[in-house]
């Protein structure tokens, strides 16, 4: 059994308003220096199968991502 | 400059949902094999500040997560 862990971003030329939205509470906050905040999803799969890391890829390129705005990595962890 | 990468997940014994709803579409997709989903947030700051992962677990335990049902981890990237 291996954990596979997806995550999916919005590209970097597409707004994220939930980024954004961070971004401009931080320093009323009380937090200064940082730069910019993007938000993303990230998927935990727990794969039964000799090729986790590509049986991972096809379900985030089928169902996890929308490739039309979206970017994703894939990353076994153990 | 350092980007700082916050993943946000559901605590283990809450419910989660979104992630039930992917493992069940999965099997109609043709996928077999993926055992568990769970889904979470991911957020990637880019701060200008020396102690950049202390900045990071501030921000996270204040604003990016809920302490009560969700745990976080904090990476720094570059």
Redesign the interface.
């Known amino acids: 059994?291996a954990k596979v862990v997806v995550?999916?971003?919005l590209k970097p030329e597409i707004l994220d308003p939930q980024?954004q939205a961070?971004h401009r509470?931080?320093p009323s906050?009380g937090?200064?220096?940082?730069?910019?905040?993007?938000?993303?999803?990230?998927?935990?799969?727990?794969?039964?199968?000799v090729d986790?890391g590509s049986?991972a890829e096809?379900?985030a390129a089928?169902?996890?991502a929308n490739p039309v705005i979206e970017n994703f990595t894939i990353r076994v962890a153990d």
Chains 1, 2 share one sequence.
């Open positions: 059994m995550d999916v971003m980024g961070i509470a931080l906050l937090f200064d220096g940082v730069k910019d905040v993007r938000q993303g999803k990230h998927f935990e799969l727990d794969i039964d199968a986790a049986v096809r379900v089928t169902l996890l």
